[in-house]
């Protein structure tokens, strides 16, 4: 439940290409820390570039968050995303829910997250692919500070008994 089915650099590491080739229409990604960084509502031109891209492929980019609608949208308020707040992840339960609104199959979606703890455990257990990211700062808010000390052993873990669990540059770049 908590192994990835890749390890990528970072979010925009996600090409269009291997997407289409997936038959991904949506990827569904968490905001602190994986598109943002957790403490702070500033991103770089890669960002926007990278969900123009998405956006001109149809490859809808969602948020995924458990926090406020009025916290992610004022983070994203210019970015051309649509939102899931308070998700409760790891909890399946919205994730699900909402795919089941949007008519959404779980097999056109990718999940994406910096957290072994919520963002992969709660895209597996909603029967997503899920991509683990490295986070976007080294620092952490507090409440995210435990799923890390936990995250650590349970990462060493995945990787020591799969030799392809490594930090990747694309989808393609696997084993």
């Known amino acids: 439940?908590?192994?990835?089915?890749?390890?990528?650099?970072?979010?925009?590491?996600?090409?269009?290409?291997?997407?289409?080739?997936?038959?991904?229409?949506?990827?569904?990604?968490?905001?602190?820390?994986t598109l943002l960084p957790w403490n702070s509502n500033d991103y770089d031109l890669t960002l926007r570039k990278w969900l123009n891209q998405m956006n001109a492929a149809d490859i809808e980019v969602m948020i995924v968050s458990?926090?406020?609608?009025?916290?992610?949208?004022?983070?994203?308020?210019?970015?051309?995303?649509?939102?899931?707040?308070?998700?409760?992840?790891?909890?399946?339960f919205v994730i699900m829910h909402h795919l089941q609104m949007e008519?959404?199959?779980?097999?056109?979606?990718?999940?994406?997250?910096d957290q072994v703890m919520t963002d992969v455990l709660a895209g597996n257990m909603s029967g997503l692919k899920t991509v683990?990211?490295?986070?976007?700062?080294?620092?952490?808010?507090?409440?995210?500070?435990?799923?890390?000390?936990?995250?650590?052993?349970?990462?060493h873990f995945i990787q020591k008994h799969d030799t392809n669990m490594y930090w990747k540059d694309s989808l393609n770049d696997r084993d």
């Open 103 to 113: 008519h959404i199959s779980p097999s056109s979606v990718l999940f994406v997250g």
């Open 1 to 33: 439940m908590f192994k990835p089915y890749v390890m990528l650099n970072k979010i925009t590491d996600l090409e269009v290409s291997d997407l289409k080739e997936m038959n991904i229409t949506t990827i569904m990604t968490d905001l602190d820390n």
């Open 66 to 92: 458990n926090n406020s609608y009025e916290r992610v949208e004022k983070a994203v308020v210019d970015l051309p995303v649509s939102i899931v707040a308070r998700a409760v992840k790891p909890l399946p």
């Open 132 to 155: 683990l990211v490295k986070p976007l700062v080294k620092t952490d808010a507090k409440k995210t500070r435990v799923n890390r000390f936990f995250e650590r052993p349970i990462l």
